[in-house]
């Protein structure tokens, strides 16, 4: 692997903190004070952190052009991973903590390779 794929990760993962932050402040909100059903706090924290998570990693992680399309399918594909997360956690009664501590890991990982998919492509609008 190139050291273009280190650096990238590596700011990747930098925002992804912030990103964090921001969706499990929103989940743990929502959570506690509107609905105890994961699979809304889930999908609405993490298209809140998503959005976040496109405009910064398009500008500063791969320095790509920002479009409506590219938007709406990552936020589609992520939003996909997010609510699919959630349901599982409420068929199966998992905590909320774990529900959050599973969605921000496979967020990390998947998010990064959909991200420089998106972001990267050559082709894309």
Known sequence: ????????????????VINTAIHWAIFLGLYYTVTAQQI???TLAFLAAVSFSFYANSKWTFNAPRSLARYSLYVFLMGLLAAGIGKLSDV???????T???????????????????LTAKNSQ
Do not use: D, E
Request: glycine fraction near 4%.
């Open 1 to 16: 692997m190139s050291n273009s794929f280190f650096f990238h990760f590596a700011k990747y993962t930098s925002f992804g």
């Open 40 to 42: 809304i706090c889930n």
């Open 92 to 98: 199966i009664f998992l905590p909320p903590l774990l």
């Open 100 to 118: 959050l501590v599973i969605s921000s890991c496979a967020s990390l990982i998947v998010g990064f390779i959909i991200s420089r998919s998106i």
